[in-house]
């Protein structure tokens, strides 16, 4: 079957077939992507990080359904570690969205990063575009739970929601730099907790000291996601941050950047496969390999000669 | 191009027993397959569209409470339907032997029944999975 021309009549099955093919690297994926291309910039996309068990899944379920109630269609990627050893994951983001599953307007995949290490899957921004062709208006992308430094998603979606839990850590925590400082929008769930007013203090300290300069200061709503508590009001929050982006043609700036990036990425991968298709693969490399490690010559200019005679 | 087994662990029906399912699904991710686990109490329909968008090349149910002459069948059908006939469906649990003939002729590969070894189930998946 043509994937790329029954995604866009609307095959759920091929929808999640493109995914697959994108995932694995199949032959024909650039072939899906390229049909697909001209079809993508029309969703928004969102961005839901934060620490492991902070509720990620069970936020993203809710938000999911008040947006199904607000007749929008949603796509969800919520994203698992792979373990380095096996190559093994458990995705077990999807338990927490099964009353979703049979909803026909939400479309969920789960993802394992597969030695990503910034907090995504690889080919999450292709499986995003998959979702952005067959029509979804609004994509979750939930992160695997994430420490301080994963930060890919900022990269990945328009609005970028830190979810945190109180009970992590002292003041010290919330001015470190990393995932605090990538959020447009804070969400503190678990809110009927211990220390959720303490935590939402000490972060509208560690936003008030840099926010002056900014013309979006991140909100902060807190929720008890299992309940449903303030999922309405969070909402109302995010599309806020959305108009926001519009309004002041950030939406375009942040887009132009993603585009710029991932035009950088392809051209990269597109180079790191001619060499190795063309360099190391050939036995002059190795002889290479031979005089560097004799001290014969330096690294770096076998390095040099080896791009002089690729760019000529 | 990689390819990864993606192996759907699902608890149909209403017994709320899943300590079977999740060394299962463990094991599964130690033998280097993507498994998504979607937990208790899942009806076949939503056993069948999760393997659908999860485009998964295994479904692996387990149940205890004695509904699987009803609920495996179901599910290879509704595969079927969707367009999903390319899935391997394994089942395991407390199952009669005497039961194990029909529900092979209805589509279910193989059936685990409790002295399994979860090597026998990730070498019965390799050799099978399409």
């Known amino acids: 079957m043509d994937i790329a021309q029954e995604l866009l009549n609307g095959s759920k099955l091929a929808l999640s077939r493109a995914i697959t093919a994108i995932e694995n690297e199949h032959d024909d994926a650039v072939d899906i992507m390229k049909k697909l291309y001209p079809h993508t910039g029309n969703a928004f996309v969102f961005g839901i990080t934060g620490p492991p068990g902070a509720g990620k899944s069970t936020l993203t379920d809710k938000l999911a359904r008040e947006y199904r109630l607000m007749g929008k269609t949603v796509g969800i990627i919520a994203i698992d570690p792979t373990s380095p050893f096996s190559g093994g994951a458990i995705l077990g983001d999807r338990i927490r969205m099964n009353d979703l599953t049979l909803d026909e307007g939400v479309f969920i995949r789960s993802m394992g990063t597969r030695g990503s290490l910034g907090g995504l899957s690889r080919k999450t921004a292709d499986a995003v575009k998959a979702m952005d062709a067959f029509g979804k208006d609004i994509i979750f992308i939930e992160t695997v739970g994430v420490g301080q430094s994963e930060v890919d998603i900022v990269k990945a979606a328009d609005t970028t929601m830190v979810v945190l839990v109180p009970g992590l850590g002292d003041d010290i925590q919330a001015i470190k730099a990393g995932i605090l400082e990538i959020g447009d929008v804070f969400a503190i769930n678990k809110a009927d907790h211990e220390g959720a007013d303490r935590l939402n203090v000490e972060l509208n300290m560690m936003l008030d000291l840099g926010g002056m300069t900014k013309d979006w200061r991140p909100p902060i709503k807190q929720v008890v996601a299992n309940q449903g508590q303030g999922v309405k009001e969070l909402i109302i929050t995010i599309e806020e941050h959305y108009a926001h982006l519009k309004t002041t043609g950030q939406l375009t700036t942040r887009r132009t950047e993603r585009t710029k990036n991932e035009m950088l990425d392809i051209l990269k991968n597109g180079i790191g496969t001619y060499i190795t298709n063309h360099i190391t693969a050939s036995g002059q490399f190795d002889q290479y390999v031979k005089d560097v490690e004799d001290r014969r010559i330096d690294p770096y200019s076998v390095v040099n000669d080896l791009l002089k005679g690729m760019l000529k | ?130």
Not at chain 2, 46 to 67: C, R, T, Y
Request: no cysteine; glycine share 10%; aromatic share 4%.
């Open chain 2, 1 to 130: 191009m990689e390819k990864r087994i993606r192996v759907l662990v699902a608890k149909p029906g209403l017994d709320g027993h899943d300590r079977g399912a999740k060394v299962v699904a463990r094991a599964l991710r130690d033998a280097g397959f993507e498994v998504i686990y979607t937990g208790l109490r899942q009806t076949p329909e939503q056993i069948a569209e999760a393997a659908l968008q999860e485009d998964v090349n295994v479904v692996a149910m387990s149940i205890l409470s004695g509904a699987h002459a009803h609920i495996f069948p179901k599910v290879v059908n509704l595969l079927k339907g969707k367009g999903m006939d390319d899935v391997l469906v394994v089942g395991g649990g407390v199952i009669p032997e005497s039961d194990i003939p029909a529900l092979k002729a209805a589509g279910i590969a193989e059936v685990f029944t409790p002295g399994a070894t979860t090597g026998t189930i990730i070498d019965f998946i390799k050799e099978n999975v399409k």
